[in-house]
């Protein structure tokens, strides 16, 4: 079965940092285009940053500069690391797998930011 298994969320001040993971399995990992995406209460689900199966990266405008997007195929792992962090950064964080004939969905991991 599929699994996308998320770690690293939590509450961190303003202006402070924070990486996220993604395990993937059951899947051909490096097969597949990565991303995450995040949702605040009454808010839709917007990308925060992608990675496709070849390495090539894009990030919102909202984070530019800020986060960073990376992946280890060898660990079957997707990376959002997160600095300069700020209150509006708080959101659900959902890691996000795209294949050539499905996709699939973490469980999500919440990101406070206090400022």
């Known amino acids: 079965q599929v699994q996308l298994v998320e770690s690293g969320g939590g509450l961190v001040q303003a202006g402070g940092s924070l990486r996220l993971s993604c395990a993937a399995s059951?899947?051909?990992?490096?097969?597949?285009?990565m991303a995450w995406y995040r949702q605040a209460p009454g808010k839709q689900r917007d990308l925060v940053a992608e990675i496709t199966s070849g390495g090539s990266t894009n990030a919102a405008d909202s984070v530019k500069g800020r986060f960073t997007i990376s992946r280890d195929n060898a660990k079957n792992t997707v990376y959002l690391q997160m600095n300069s962090l700020k209150p509006e950064d708080t959101a659900v964080y959902y890691c996000?797998?795209?294949?050539?004939?499905?996709?699939?969905w973490g469980q999500g991991t919440q990101v406070t930011v206090s400022s």
């Open positions: 996000y797998a795209r294949g050539s004939v499905r996709n699939y």
């Open positions: 059951g899947i051909i990992f490096s097969a597949h285009n």
